[in-house]
């Protein structure tokens, strides 16, 4: 929230303050319930790790810290840009610091174990003598060493980046946000709606589970040390996301947030032995260019390197166990249909005062519709002339289509939604007027039919990306060629308007052959809205499957 009131958003944020009178945004008040528990668990760490004694501060602080930062940006649009950008670096600033001497810490950890258990067990160390194999304890004593030194100098640099931390006074910053935001919360009376909350979540969500199984093709492949990786960290971020929104859920999606956490331990695993497998690897190829001498007495000897070779098996040994381990519990994922089991919970799973009344009557979506394209004065005209030309295309076009009178319903509400993006300016408008549909807590559509109408808006202008769009993902798979059909016929619909004149006043269709013709009449010249509809036409080519020739 600014000072100025609450902050009109989209799903990505648009730092453009309304008025005093505004109401809180559903967006927002939930932010509320989020943001202060991150906050308390990632400030309540910061004298033990300034003490820096016990390691799990450490280890609890980076958690904290990475979910704060997961978190911000998604109520970016709560709070003004210049607190937003300014908390982002100092926690990243932190998070890095942090994650540094934890990741320091856990090999420490590994290390001590490994030296302890090579000491107490007699038995192990006999038979490596009996069978001729170097022991890994000089090794291990050599590395430990090494990182010892390492993490005293992290451990300045974790302190450091505290004392910048709390120079830049981002906590009490946030907290005061916090608190202000908090105050105004209790004092309203009406609580916001927060209708525009779970397709934001479902999105967001979709978004995160859809770049996880992108990398789904690699789990077969043992050597794809990157891409597991990198599935691990995707997992990490679903789990965040759903941590964040899991309160919109019946059960808070615990049970998939079990598994998730799970796969991401196990790719955690198979990380650790990955950096030990490159260090020591990097390590040894190191030694064998470098000449010997007697300076060179922290160098590791011909013992230490021996060792270093069979702790080197040694965690091959184990990245083998554990990606076994891993392609176990990912394919016990699918025969669980877990991917599939979210998703549904995106929608069936919402708690009933995140679902909007429904049915709706048409008059109120008509007047709701109505009241947000009026944010955007300038261009209701251009927006209205556009919505009659797509109904006046979808009625001549009914026989191709076969849609419904619903279809022609929701055909209208993204005609005069379409170009309200533009109050927040000319480039970019479509994505950001669809992102504002999407999300807006007035409207009383659901999932679905607010995915319909973001894809038509964000696909009004510009090159249309199928397999790019995230809302075409949240239409059931039987209705996307509806959600095309409407979008091509707007998108034409806006071409026949191009210089915002209100030049075309009818439009004709009949199908002639193998194509489609449509002759426009006005008053003026009209060629350069006949050039833009035919330049818009590719997107009804390629869902008609047919061209359509505007003369």
Same mark, same amino acid.
């Given at each position: 929230?600014?000072?100025?009131?609450?902050?009109?958003?989209?799903?990505?944020?648009?730092?453009?303050?309304?008025?005093?009178?505004?109401?809180?945004?559903?967006?927002?008040?939930?932010?509320?319930?989020?943001?202060?528990?991150?906050?308390?668990?990632?400030?309540?760490?910061?004298?033990?790790?300034?003490?820096?004694?016990?390691?799990?501060?450490?280890? &609890?602080? &980076?958690?904290?810290?990475?979910?704060?930062?997961?978190?911000?940006?998604?109520?970016?649009?709560?709070?003004?840009?210049?607190?937003?950008?300014?908390?982002?670096?100092e926690?990243?600033?932190?998070?890095?610091?942090l994650? /540094?001497?934890r990741?320091?810490?856990?090999?420490?950890?590994?290390?001590?174990?490994?030296?302890?258990?090579?000491?107490?067990?007699?038995?192990?160390?006999?038979?490596?003598?009996? /069978?001729?194999?170097?022991?890994?304890?000089?090794?291990?004593?050599?590395?430990? %060493?090494?990182?010892?030194?390492?993490?005293?100098?992290l451990?300045?640099?974790v302190? %450091?980046?505290?004392?910048?931390?709390?120079? %830049?006074?981002?906590?009490? /910053?946030?907290?005061?946000?916090?608190?202000?935001?908090?105050?105004?919360?209790?004092?309203?009376?009406?609580?916001?709606?927060?209708?525009?909350?779970?397709?934001?979540?479902?999105?967001?969500?979709?978004?995160?589970?859809?770049?996880?199984?992108?990398?789904?093709?690699?789990?077969?492949?043992?050597?794809?040390?990157?891409?597991?990786?990198?599935?691990?960290?995707?997992?990490?971020?679903? &789990?965040?996301?759903?941590?964040?929104?899991?309160?919109?859920?019946?059960?808070?999606?615990?049970?998939?947030l079990?598994?998730?956490?799970?796969?991401?331990?196990?790719?955690?695993?198979?990380?650790?032995?990955?950096?030990?497998?490159?260090?020591?690897?990097?390590?040894?190829?190191?030694?064998?260019?470098?000449?010997?001498?007697?300076?060179?007495?922290?160098?590791?000897?011909?013992?230490?390197?021996?060792?270093?070779?069979?702790?080197l098996?040694?965690?091959?040994?184990?990245?083998?166990? &554990?990606?076994?381990?891993?392609?176990?519990?990912?394919?016990?994922?699918?025969?669980?249909?877990?991917?599939?089991?979210?998703?549904?919970?995106?929608?069936?799973?919402?708690?009933? +005062?995140?679902?909007?009344?429904?049915?709706?009557?048409?008059?109120?979506?008509?007047? +709701?519709?109505?009241?947000?394209?009026?944010?955007?004065p300038?261009?209701?005209?251009?927006?209205?002339?556009?919505?009659?030309?797509?109904?006046?295309?979808?009625?001549?076009?009914?026989?191709?289509?076969?849609?419904?009178?619903?279809?022609?319903?929701?055909?209208?509400?993204?005609?005069?939604?379409?170009?309200?993006?533009?109050?927040?300016?000319?480039?970019?408008?479509?994505?950001?007027?669809?992102?504002?549909?999407?999300?807006?807590?007035?409207?009383?559509?659901?999932?679905?039919?607010?995915?319909?109408?973001?894809?038509?808006i964000?696909?009004?202008?510009?090159?249309?990306?199928?397999?790019?769009?995230p809302?075409?993902?949240?239409?059931?798979?039987?209705?996307?060629?509806?959600?095309?059909?409407?979008?091509?016929?707007?998108?034409?619909?806006?071409?026949?308007?191009?210089?915002?004149?209100?030049?075309?006043?009818?439009?004709?269709?009949?199908?002639?052959?193998?194509?489609?013709?449509?002759?426009?009449?006005?008053?003026?010249?009209?060629? +350069?809205?006949?050039?833009?509809?035919?330049?818009?036409?590719?997107l009804?080519?390629?869902?008609?499957?047919?061209?359509?020739?505007?003369?």
């Amino acid at each position: 929230m600014s000072r100025h009131g609450w902050w009109i958003t989209g799903d990505r944020g648009m730092t453009v303050p309304c008025e005093d009178t505004c109401p809180p945004t559903g967006m927002c008040w939930y932010s509320m319930q989020k943001l202060p528990g991150l906050y308390d668990a990632f400030t309540s760490e910061i004298n033990g790790v300034k003490v820096g004694q016990d390691i799990e501060y450490i280890h &609890r602080m &980076r958690v904290a810290s990475r979910r704060l930062r997961a978190a911000l940006p998604l109520f970016r649009a709560c709070f003004t840009e210049k607190q937003y950008k300014k908390w982002m670096q100092e926690i990243t600033n932190i998070t890095r610091a942090l994650g /540094d001497a934890r990741d320091a810490d856990v090999q420490i950890a590994f290390l001590i174990k490994s030296l302890k258990k090579i000491q107490k067990d007699d038995a192990l160390q006999k038979k490596v003598m009996t /069978d001729h194999q170097p022991s890994m304890e000089p090794a291990i004593r050599f590395l430990l %060493s090494s990182l010892q030194k390492k993490r005293t100098v992290l451990q300045k640099r974790v302190l %450091s980046a505290l004392v910048r931390l709390e120079k %830049s006074q981002v906590p009490d /910053d946030m907290q005061s946000v916090f608190t202000t935001m908090g105050e105004d919360l209790r004092a309203t009376r009406k609580k916001p709606s927060l209708s525009g909350i779970p397709p934001v979540a479902a999105l967001r969500i979709r978004k995160r589970l859809s770049i996880l199984l992108s990398y789904e093709s690699w789990v077969i492949h043992p050597e794809a040390v990157a891409e597991h990786h990198a599935l691990r960290i995707a997992a990490k971020k679903l &789990r965040y996301t759903m941590e964040i929104y899991g309160s919109i859920y019946r059960n808070s999606l615990k049970k998939p947030l079990v598994r998730v956490k799970k796969l991401q331990e196990i790719l955690g695993d198979i990380h650790d032995c990955d950096v030990w497998i490159d260090h020591i690897t990097t390590l040894l190829l190191r030694e064998r260019s470098l000449l010997r001498s007697r300076k060179g007495s922290k160098r590791p000897d011909t013992t230490t390197l021996s060792g270093l070779r069979v702790l080197l098996r040694d965690r091959e040994t184990e990245r083998r166990r &554990r990606y076994r381990q891993f392609v176990r519990y990912w394919r016990a994922l699918a025969r669980v249909h877990l991917w599939d089991e979210v998703q549904q919970s995106l929608d069936t799973g919402r708690k009933t +005062a995140f679902r909007p009344p429904q049915p709706y009557r048409d008059d109120e979506a008509a007047a +709701a519709v109505r009241v947000l394209s009026g944010i955007c004065p300038g261009i209701q005209s251009h927006s209205q002339h556009v919505t009659g030309l797509a109904l006046t295309l979808f009625d001549a076009l009914e026989y191709l289509h076969n849609l419904g009178i619903h279809d022609r319903f929701l055909l209208g509400c993204a005609g005069k939604l379409h170009d309200i993006g533009w109050k927040y300016g000319q480039s970019g408008h479509n994505r950001r007027g669809a992102e504002l549909v999407f999300s807006h807590d007035a409207l009383p559509f659901d999932l679905e039919e607010r995915g319909i109408l973001a894809f038509i808006i964000l696909s009004h202008r510009g090159k249309v990306r199928l397999s790019l769009s995230p809302y075409l993902e949240m239409i059931a798979p039987k209705n996307r060629k509806k959600a095309l059909m409407l979008a091509a016929l707007l998108r034409i619909a806006d071409g026949l308007d191009f210089p915002h004149a209100g030049s075309v006043l009818d439009v004709h269709c009949r199908e002639s052959a193998d194509e489609v013709v449509c002759t426009v009449t006005g008053t003026g010249d009209l060629t +350069a809205e006949k050039e833009h509809a035919q330049g818009k036409a590719d997107l009804f080519r390629q869902v008609f499957d047919r061209p359509l020739v505007i003369q």
